[in-house]
């Protein structure tokens, strides 16, 4: 559809029609890339659509990105799982419940300084207008996995599910490290 454009344009606008072109394909490549990965059937829609519906088509989805989990040392019965939490839809979605294989009880907690302490407490229905993100890393939001039914070795995976107030379950699969980028702020 973009070839099109181009070759109706034969004013001095051309140039200009092409670069938009050119945008356009960039936009709808990145679309096409971002959401074959995870929504097969939204691969032959973004062929049809103008460049703001693959933008925005981009966005129509609710997404556990980058997900890392830290990795137990001998007598630990709790561990802290982080990702990124995307509601690409249209729709303020609220964090019901959290489950994972590996703990008895999994939950959302933020961490916060009290009287100088740096201290976690349970964060239940935390909302995520649309559009937004919010950030699970050390020192803030973070799945806690309590009662570990076994260690978490290094370079594991561990399975994370969220049920969100939509409905929707979302399954992340978190990879264990013993290093986690900013963990010395949960310190
Ligand atoms: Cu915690």
Redo the contacts with the bound molecule.
Sequence with gaps: MFGRTIFYTRTGSAIRTVVNGVMALIVFLMAHTATAAQNEHSHSHSHAHSKEHSKQRLKQDLQLLNATVRATKPGMSSS?AYMTIQNGTDKALQIRSLTSPVAKKTEL?TTEMNNGMMK?RRVDNLTINPGDEVELKPGGY?V?LMGLKKPIATNSKVPVTITFSNGEKKTVVAHAMDEIKGQHMAH
């Design positions: 802290a907690h976690m973070h806690m």
